[in-house]
Structure formats: C-alpha cells, structure tokens
C-alpha cells in the first residue's frame, strides 16, 4: 500500500512568487490534513478536508493560502504570493475513516519551502 | 495556542541508555500520541494512549499518562544509533469522526551516539 506523497519535496521560490504544493492521501482515507512547521516552533495545523469538503480551516494563516481538494482525492494547497515568513516544512497527513475511534495520522515526508 | 510541549527540547545520550521525554498539555483530552521524526523524513506513528489508560508499552517504548497532571512521559529503553530523531507528542479531543484533528508540540530532538 503507497503512503501519502507529497510533491514537490522541496521549493524554492522568490518573495511574491507563487507556489503550489501537492499532497496525494493513502486511497481511501477520508480524512486528510495540512501541517506546517515553522524552524524551531511546533508542528502547526492549517486544515481539514473530509472528503471534499473543508471541515476545519482554522489554521489557514491569511487568505493567501488556498487550499483544495477536488473529487476528495489529492489536496493542493496553494500560496500565491508567497512572503518570507511562509518559509518552513508544509506536511500532509491521512487518516481512515471518520467516527471509527482513536486515530491515528499518516504523514507524508513533507515539503521543504524557502522563501527568498 | 500551543497544546503540547515537549520537555526537554533536546537530549544527547549514549547507545544503549535510556531515554525520557516529557510532555505537557492544558485542554482534557481523549487521546495523546507520540510520533517520531526522522531528518528530512515525514512523521512516523510511534504510539497512542487513551485518556482512560495510565501506561502503555510497545516493544523498547513505554508511555505514561497523568490526566491529573495534564502530562505524559515517553520512555525508550536500551536506545540506539538508529533511534535518532526529533519526537513529538500530539493531543486530540475527540475520539474520531469529521472534527477531529491532533495538535502537535515543539518536540524533543534525541541524539543517541554510538
């Protein structure tokens, strides 16, 4: 069974540029996450699809950042335009189905974006 | 505002010592799990303990839950090189279902030198 890949691996954009990350779930998760980890901070959540839908997106930062995941299969999440503080590791995360107890996150290896 | 943070934020051993690391919270929570971060890689699911459960072991890690004291312990005992990597504690509120999510501390990077 594949995990969840994210792609690109790394990123490296100039300020104000766009970027567009990639994150393809375990086929069949429901549930999938974006995280980001800021150098030397805590692993931060952004959001949360269900399927298509976009459960939580509390963590979203500013309006810069979009997030989507068509059909609720993969997810892009999309920074346009990029500042230098949106520097760090952007990590994807799946998980089984909902109401089924406990669960655990799958993460994929993430993806390294510096912001120049 | 930050739910976990891993104490200490680093620790060097010697192979074959024992490791702890710590956790606070400040919500209830249903569940508390540790995950573990290889450089460059994603994050792997080490263990997880329901907030009924005081202790838990999965081969060299044993776990900890004081809900009293909103803290956990991660212990991995007779450590190795390969145990090298960054560790963090995740706290989740619910037990499943559309609104749940984990929230991640700092974690606690682990050097084991050969």
């Known amino acids: 069974e594949a995990g969840v890949t994210q792609f690109p691996s790394h990123s490296v954009i100039e300020k104000g540029q766009t970027v567009t990350l990639r994150c393809d779930p375990i086929?069949?998760?429901?549930?999938l996450y974006w995280y980001r980890r800021v150098m030397g901070k805590e692993i931060k959540f952004l959001l949360h699809f269900v399927k298509e839908s976009k459960q939580d997106e509390s963590g979203m930062p500013n309006n810069r950042f979009l997030a989507e995941r068509t059909g609720g299969t993969y997810s892009t999440l999309k920074v346009q335009p990029a500042e230098l503080e949106d520097s760090g590791v952007y990590f994807c995360a799946s998980s089984h189905q909902p109401g089924q107890g406990p669960e655990k996150l799958f993460f994929g290896s993430g993806t390294q974006l510096s912001v120049l | 505002s930050q739910q976990g943070e891993e104490d200490p934020q680093a620790l060097s051993i010697q192979e074959g010592e024992n490791a702890t690391m710590n956790c606070s919270y400040k919500?209830?929570?249903?569940?508390l799990q540790w995950y573990r971060q290889n450089s460059g890689r994603g994050l792997v699911h080490l263990i997880l303990?329901?907030?009924?459960?005081r202790e838990k072991h999965s081969g060299r890690l044993r776990v900890t839950l004081d809900t009293s004291k909103k803290s956990s312990s991660l212990l991995i005992t007779a450590s190795r090189a390969a145990d090298t990597a960054s560790y963090f504690c995740a706290t989740a509120r619910g037990s499943g279902g559309s609104n749940y999510k984990l929230t991640f501390g700092k974690g606690t990077l682990l050097t084991v030198n050969p």
């Open positions: 919500t209830s929570i249903n569940n």
């Open positions: 303990i329901r907030s009924n459960e």
């Open positions: 086929s069949g998760h429901d549930n």
